[in-house]
């Protein structure tokens, strides 16, 4: 089993919380630091990065284990496990160039440190009592009963203050 690197955060809560679109605001503010972002994305169903009718499809579908496609503005790599064990975040982690910060979302429950993406108004329970890598809450409303730092969801630099500060990156306010 690989570890995970000390500069892995990641954001943890119920669907419809908002983990996305936090990251996608997060990455500007973690760029205009001077600091290099990867994500991983956990996805629960079979998706595609490719379409039936494109060569790179019809590679997969004749058998393929993995089809890289590339071209002067970006390259992919798509392996097929067939029925093989998914990867661990581990796994995945060491296939990505280096980076400043790697945001995970979902792998809730690898043993990283996380950040809980929390609206009570969802009516789902909060994971923080039961996951001791969750080390802070945002939220769109105060938490009284949270022993945890909270944070104001919509206060981007602050969530990036405490990601810096967690994974021990400089920059962190």
């Known amino acids: 089993m690989m570890g995970l690197p000390p500069n892995l955060f990641g954001l943890a809560g119920w ?15 973690l760029s205009a630091r001077g600091l290099t972002v990867a994500t991983i994305k ?44 998914a990867p661990t975040l581990g796994e995945l982690v060491a296939k990505l160039s280096p980076a400043d910060v790697i ?3 979902g792998f809730k429950r690898d043993a990283h440190p996380k950040l809980e993406v929390h609206r009570p108004s969802n009516g789902k329970p909060p994971l923080w009592p039961d996951d001791p890598r969750i ?33 021990g990156v400089g920059h962190g306010g």
């Open 135 to 167: 080390v802070a809450v945002a939220s769109d409303e105060t938490l009284p009963d949270c022993p945890l730092p909270v944070l104001d969801l919509g206060d981007v630099e602050a969530v990036a203050d405490l990601i810096l500060r967690t994974i």
């Open 42 to 85: 956990h996805a629960h169903h079979a998706f595609d990065i490719d379409q039936p009718g494109k060569d790179s499809y019809v590679h997969r579908m004749a058998g393929a284990q993995e089809v890289l496609v590339a071209s002067a503005n970006r390259w992919a790599l798509m392996h097929e496990n067939r029925d093989g064990p």
């Open 15 to 29: 669907s419809g919380s908002g983990k996305t679109t936090l990251i996608a605001r997060l990455i500007p503010a």
């Open 103 to 105: 945001l995970v979302e």
